[in-house]
């Protein structure tokens, strides 16, 4: 079947909007501490363990999600997400918060992974020409996902229960993922370009010291970001005093800037370059967690910051594979992009642990020194990239 690229682009965005209802984990945290009195603590490693498992299927399973094809892989992240999905709402029914880590966390996380890199992997092939726009819109729709989910949460719970939200969820994602992994299809220049491509190793690519600073700087980016996604509701709540309505509010809009930002920044780099667009949102997010303690009593403020904050936390996901790709190649940079997507399962760990290290809100000044060193990083790769060329 002859496929068009524009629905093909519209395929891999409805994949991603399923899979980005992640993003909006800080909505289930109340439910499920008021319900079955897990612990916020406890019920956050859910969701570290998705994003983990989300990283490494990204890195040790995309080789064979371009093996067998977008349908094929795109079905695998379908299979996966919805059974875990449909697990987690009876870990719930339960009461079994080892049965919701298995589920929510690791099938899921798998399904994450596949979803996350399918679309990636495919669209960016028709659409040469514009790699970091076209990565940019893909990688968008992930962030928006967590925009719908956070309306759809709240409302499911009071309708039919916390279990009964995690079923629905999962039946109505496994349903439009599946569509859309129907429709996925690679160009056919990409399919003869994929099978004369020459893989890399992985020590070639661990031990290369571009690979090194790739990894650190999605990894040190990540790390402030995530750790208010994964509190978002809650940091809006008790930092700035939000009724349950407004923290919803806030989830969304959170959502809404983490997929403009990162449709803003990828279009920039297609014109200034992947490696100055990098340091221009790293050093803005510099400032902007530098200043929340000082306005952590201003609600607005604090909003406004959190939002540029994310834009440019979303930006690193979008930026990244047109930067892996003008430093390794077209037929090697979706093997080297799996592999630093590890960072993602890192941060997932780190970023809310760090949060977690006190309840002052000065622990924002942490995340500020972490991206300075992302700023010394990035320096170092530019002179990698001028040694390498």
């Given at each position: 079947m002859k496929r068009n690229?524009?629905?093909?682009?519209?395929?891999?965005?409805?994949?991603?909007?399923?899979?980005?209802?992640?993003?909006?984990?800080?909505?289930?945290?109340?439910?499920?501490?008021?319900?079955?009195?897990?612990?916020?603590?406890?019920?956050?490693?859910?969701?570290?363990?998705?994003?983990?498992?989300?990283?490494?299927?990204?890195?040790?399973?995309?080789?064979?999600?371009?093996?067998?094809?977008?349908?094929?892989?795109?079905?695998?992240?379908?299979?996966?997400?919805?059974?875990?999905?449909?697990?987690?709402?009876?870990?719930?029914?339960?009461?079994?918060?080892?049965?919701?880590?298995?589920?929510?966390?690791?099938?899921?996380?798998?399904?994450?992974?596949?979803?996350?890199?399918?679309?990636?992997?495919?669209?960016?092939?028709?659409?040469?020409?514009?790699?970091?726009?076209?990565?940019?819109?893909?990688?968008?729709?992930?962030?928006?996902?967590?925009?719908?989910?956070?309306?759809?949460?709240?409302?499911?719970?009071?309708?039919?229960?916390?279990?009964?939200?995690?079923?629905?969820?999962?039946?109505?994602?496994?349903?439009?993922?599946?569509?859309?992994?129907?429709?996925?299809?690679?160009?056919?220049?990409?399919?003869?370009?994929?099978?004369?491509?020459?893989?890399?190793t992985p020590k070639e690519i661990l031990t290369d010291k571009r690979f090194i600073a790739l990894w650190l700087l999605l990894f040190l980016n990540v790390c402030g970001g995530i750790a208010i996604i994964s509190k978002a509701a809650i940091l809006g709540q008790e930092v700035v005093g939000m009724s349950a309505a407004q923290a919803t509010m806030f989830v969304a809009i959170i959502g809404l800037f983490n997929g403009l930002g990162r449709l803003f920044w990828s279009s920039i780099s297609d014109k200034i370059g992947c490696w100055t667009t990098f340091m221009l949102f790293i050093g803005i997010n510099v400032v902007c967690f530098a200043l929340i303690p000082s306005f952590s009593t201003h609600s607005i403020s604090f909003q406004i910051l959190t939002y540029i904050i994310i834009a440019g936390y979303g930006a690193g996901f979008a930026t990244m594979p047109s930067f892996v790709k003008s430093i390794y190649g077209a037929d090697k940079y979706g093997q080297v992009l799996g592999y630093i997507l590890t960072a993602w399962s890192a941060a997932a760990f780190a970023g809310p642990l760090l949060l977690g290290l006190s309840t002052e809100i000065t622990i924002f000044y942490l995340f500020a020194l972490l991206l300075i060193i992302a700023l010394l990083v990035g320096i170092w790769l530019k002179g990698l990239m001028v040694k390498y060329l």
């Open positions: 690229k524009y629905l093909i682009v519209l395929a891999g965005m409805i994949m991603q909007l399923s899979i980005g209802s992640i993003y909006a984990y800080s909505k289930w945290i109340e439910p499920l501490s008021v319900s079955l009195h897990w612990d916020a603590h406890d019920t956050k490693t859910g969701f570290s363990l998705a994003i983990c498992f989300l990283g490494l299927t990204a890195a040790f399973m995309g080789k064979l999600a371009q093996k067998i094809g977008p349908t094929k892989a795109g079905l695998l992240a379908t299979a996966f997400l919805t059974i875990g999905l449909l697990g987690s709402a009876l870990a719930v029914k339960m009461g079994n918060i080892y049965l919701f880590y298995l589920t929510f966390g690791i099938l899921q996380g798998i399904g994450l992974g596949f979803g996350y890199v399918v679309p990636v992997y495919t669209v960016v092939k028709w659409f040469p020409d514009k790699p970091g726009l076209a990565s940019g819109i893909i990688i968008m729709s992930f962030a928006l996902g967590s925009l719908l989910a956070s309306f759809l949460i709240g409302p499911l719970i009071t309708a039919m229960g916390l279990s009964g939200a995690f079923a629905t969820l999962g039946i109505g994602y496994g349903i439009c993922m599946l569509l859309s992994a129907l429709y996925l299809a690679n160009p056919k220049i990409a399919s003869v370009n994929q099978n004369t491509q020459v893989d890399l």
